[in-house]
């Protein structure tokens, strides 16, 4: 088994506050989340050819997510089992200023690979090998599993995707700037929001971001603007694309929507401002659901809002 797309990180199962603590329930939603996870089902949900590398426990919550990715289309050979240490899991909760995430994910059975159980032979075939900030948060081994994952990426020639999701509840702010500028130097891509590159960098102009970042070495920048849409850079060009206002109901799970979506077409052949198009249009119908991976849009439905919207 073959996939051109492969997301390395921890899936989590989610509890999705949905009304306030009455002490009286069901005040959750169960549902599937975990950056990499949502990056994996999105992608395949666009029509990509997709596995999910990761570890599960050997409990009900990784059961739970082999049949989700099985039931999307996501390929799922490279995962391997953890007999002791669980799945993890995080709970979503809502208040004016948006969605916040507690964790119960320490010592899960993802947090504990190392880079000798990588498989190298499937990075090195993908088109692209996608890793984000949060595999490097989890723990030293997983950091360091990124690293060398991007290491025989490069020696394959597959193309490296980084998507900067900075969780200040992982790890502190001075580990995670070295790590994750460090991780910038050595990837074809690297994706951060504009709030997380201004507390990284200190900068809070996208032109000002995308620049630091190209001079780090990252080949192509994708900043993520919000409301006001998404711009790339690279060395010879940069443009900005128009946001698409909708009534928000959960905004989970949007940046992944967005990266999955991405680098579907990108790895389809397709340009980075139709791909950049095509990203913002499914993040924006991702967040009129709860949860990160059940309001993900297909393939038609997104095209038939761009349509619509004459995108
Ligand atoms: O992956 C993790 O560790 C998480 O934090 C759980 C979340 O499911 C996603 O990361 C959602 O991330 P956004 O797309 O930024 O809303």
Excluded at 92 to 100: L, T
Excluded at 186 to 207: C, K, N, Q, R, Y
Excluded at 236 to 255: C, H, L, M, Y
Aim: hydrophobic share 40%.
């Amino acid at each position: 088994m073959t996939a051109e797309i492969i997301s390395f990180g921890e899936p989590l199962f989610e509890f999705n506050q949905v009304k306030e603590y009455s002490g009286e329930g069901p005040d959750y939603l169960s549902g599937f989340g975990g950056d990499a996870s949502n990056f994996a089902c999105c992608a395949a949900r666009q029509g990509a050819s997709v596995a999910i590398l990761t570890h599960l426990g050997n409990d009900v919550f990784g059961n739970k997510f082999i049949d989700l990715w099985e039931k999307e289309g996501v390929q799922t050979h490279l995962i391997e089992r953890n007999a002791i240490a669980p799945t993890g899991i995080y709970f979503i909760s809502h208040d004016e200023q948006g969605h916040h995430f507690s964790f119960a994910r320490k010592g899960s059975a993802a947090s504990q690979i190392t880079p000798e159980q990588l498989p190298a032979d499937a990075i090195r075939a993908a088109k692209l090998f996608h890793v984000t900030a949060i595999t490097q948060a989890i723990s030293t081994s997983s950091c360091d599993s990124v690293f060398k994952g991007i290491e025989i990426a490069k020696e394959g020639g597959t193309l490296t995707s980084f998507d900067t999701n900075l969780r200040l509840k992982l790890w502190d702010l001075n580990r995670a700037r070295g790590i994750i500028h460090e991780t910038a130097r050595l990837v074809d891509f690297i994706m951060p929001s504009v709030d997380e590159a201004e507390v990284l960098t200190g900068l809070s102009d996208p032109d000002k971001i995308c620049d630091f970042y190209l001079n780090l070495g990252s080949k192509n920048v994708i900043l993520k603007l919000g409301k006001e849409g998404a711009m790339y850079a690279t060395a010879s060009e940069r443009k900005r694309v128009a946001g698409n206002p909708v009534e928000a109901i959960d905004a989970t799970g949007a940046g992944d929507c967005f990266s999955g979506s991405f680098f579907t077409n990108v790895v389809a052949g397709k340009s980075l401002e139709d791909s950049l198009k095509y990203a913002n249009a499914a993040a924006a119908l991702t967040t009129q659901g709860y949860g990160a991976v059940a309001p993900i849009p297909t393939r038609d439905q997104v095209e038939t809002f761009m349509k619509a919207r004459d995108i």
